[in-house]
């Protein structure tokens, strides 16, 4: 029933700083700028993030694609029946967040998940300002009191699988790749990672020396996940609770394929043995 | 007559600390401490008996072994070394036994540095049983400094049958056989051995490494990194006397039938192309 996780919408306290942020270090394609949001291409998508300093939402919104507004119609009822708050959205608003129609969810959390459908893609292609490799969105982590619950809901009602597990975090997919959303322990209400796909490991490898030539913060890597095979580089985003990383393509899921699960240690979290600053991703709690 | 050089076949390292060096050797580097003799401590990486070995002395003296194809081969070298003024010495019988070779020649080079030529090193029926699990494959290439790169590039290239096959401003790379480089040239105002490279089986080994050396405290003096030359992976970093050591991998092959030698420029793209820049004298400017 999934289809692609689309965009990520993130609230910040003002659109400027954070917004070269994006075009001159994260490497992506600065398109709209409304009175108080700035959109950014990775790839063929309108947008895939969004910065938003409305003030309307104090936590980051997930945007995540469903073919039909059949699908969307069905769900909504089991969703709000296992604890989600779900409440549609005005057409207005629809259109001008280029997609055809959308649920705005709360998980049991409190996380803002929002399933749209029909999202608007572009006919030109992406055209960065920085030559950092993106290929597109691919993966966000977010944090949860109560990963297993969280997880049974997209499994049970929105039929994501569960690719693996590390300590108490889960791994959730639904297409060709290991997974596209990770739901970890977090007491951070609004902590995320947004996950960027980036061509290659030398891509990956400039960014991390461009990083360190201009003092951006790496907060994990350059480092290797042991469960997606997965080469990242994660780094600091616009507000204390979020982050940036790029990523490598991940090893095709295969259906076959039993989840696993790693024990809860940083070599769990990176195989190369890198150092984290991030308390939920293998880091020592500070 | 061209002295045919095969492959690089082992380096012989003195140091004052020979305790702290076998310590490094087998516990940072990863090699198989494979036998003793007097107070010489030999190594293997890959399936030849030794590649690397420490004995007390002057660091300064490091000797570079080479492989040559054939007992011919071998004697045809020593005349021609000794034609060209070369003080050329014959290894003893039992200086072979303890480099595990058949029989060598030493002398050297134009700039100082000791070389050997050697014949048929031995291998071992099985693979090195490494110290940790580096994930080395093998020894596989040598820096030397070069005082004068034009004479000593005609030495490898001319007298002997290296060929080029890019250059970074002065410093060229020199390959033995298929694969891209076996002998670098890095122009210095010294001469010796420069640094020691260890092929290992995958970029995860690299950076696995990396960590590790760091939480030994080893200094890290360039990577990890990218050669745009060659297209290997790598970290070097220092060992014991200053000696440099690297790991890498996905060193290119070249196809002697088509390949053309480059020219770089001396610039830290040049030598990284993910941007990481060389805490080595001679390579940062």
Redesign the interface.
């Known amino acids: 029933m999934l289809e692609q996780l689309r965009f990520v919408r993130i609230p910040v306290p003002s659109l400027d700083a954070d917004s070269s942020i994006l075009a001159d270090i994260v490497g992506l394609e600065a398109v709209e700028r409304l009175k108080w949001c700035a959109r950014f291409r990775s790839d063929a998508r309108a947008y895939s993030l969004e910065l938003d300093a409305s003030g309307a939402a104090e936590r980051p919104v997930i945007g995540v694609s469903l073919r039909t507004v059949e699908q969307l119609n069905e769900v909504e009822r089991m969703l709000a029946e296992r604890g989600w708050g779900v409440e549609r959205i005005p057409a207005e608003i629809c259109r001008d967040r280029r997609y055809y129609a959308g649920l705005a969810c709360r998980d049991l959390g409190g996380n803002n998940i929002e399933l749209v459908v029909r999202a608007e893609d572009k006919s030109r292609r992406c055209f960065p300002s920085r030559d950092a490799g993106v290929v597109g969105l691919s993966q966000v982590t977010i944090g949860s009191r109560d990963p297993a619950a969280d997880a049974a809901v997209w499994t049970d009602v929105l039929g994501a699988r569960i690719a693996d597990r590390v300590g108490e975090a889960v791994y959730l997919g639904w297409d060709e790749a290991h997974h596209r959303i990770m739901l970890v322990p977090s007491a951070r209400d609004k902590f995320v990672v947004v996950g960027f796909e980036v061509e290659s490991?030398?891509v990956l490898?400039?960014s991390?020396?461009?990083f360190?030539?201009r003092q951006v913060g790496i907060v994990r890597g350059?480092?290797?996940e042991p469960a997606s095979g997965q080469v990242f580089l994660t780094f600091g985003g616009p507000s204390p609770d979020t982050y940036f990383s790029y990523w490598t393509k991940s090893d095709p899921w295969s259906g076959a394929r039993r989840p696993r699960q790693f024990a809860a240690m940083p070599d769990s979290y990176c195989?190369?043995?890198?150092a984290s600053a991030v308390t939920e991703l293998g880091g020592d709690a500070s | 007559m061209t002295i045919n050089i095969v492959d690089v076949a082992y380096v012989r390292l003195k140091t004052p600390d020979l305790d702290g060096a076998c310590e490094f050797a087998t516990r940072i580097l990863g090699l198989e401490r494979s036998d003793r003799a007097g107070d010489r401590h030999s190594f293997r990486s890959d399936q030849r008996m030794t590649t690397l070995s420490y004995e007390q002395g002057d660091p300064s003296q490091a000797t570079v072994g080479f492989e040559l194809a054939s007992g011919e081969a071998l004697e045809n070298a020593a005349a021609t070394l000794d034609t060209m003024g070369f003080a050329v010495r014959r290894g003893s019988r039992s200086e072979c036994e303890s480099r595990h070779v058949s029989d060598f020649i030493a002398f050297s080079d134009p700039g100082g540095g000791r070389i050997e030529f050697a014949l048929a090193p031995h291998v071992a029926g099985n693979a090195a049983r490494l110290s940790r699990d580096a994930g080395i494959t093998g020894f596989s290439h040598v820096g030397l400094f070069s005082q004068d790169t034009a004479r000593d590039q005609h030495f490898w290239t001319q007298v002997c049958n290296a060929r080029v096959s890019d250059r970074v401003g002065e410093l060229p790379l020199l390959r033995l056989s298929q694969i891209h480089h076996s002998i670098a040239l890095v122009p210095a105002n010294r001469s010796g051995l420069q640094h020691i490279n260890h092929q290992v089986g995958s970029?995860?080994d690299v950076?696995?490494n990396?960590?590790?050396l760091r939480?030994h405290n080893v200094p890290i003096v360039f990577g990890?990194?990218?050669h745009p030359t060659s297209g290997a992976?790598f970290v070097y970093f220092e060992g014991p006397d200053g000696m440099v050591f690297e790991y890498s991998v996905g060193v290119q092959e070249v196809d002697e039938e088509t390949y053309r030698e480059r020219q770089f420029g001396f610039e830290p793209a040049s030598l990284c192309?993910?941007?990481?820049k060389a805490a080595i004298k001679e390579l940062s400017n």
């Open positions: 490991i030398d490898m400039q991390n020396y461009y360190l030539d350059p480092g290797k195989s190369w043995g890198s | 970029i995860d950076l696995r990396y960590s590790l939480q990890p990194g990218r992976r192309m993910w941007g990481a």
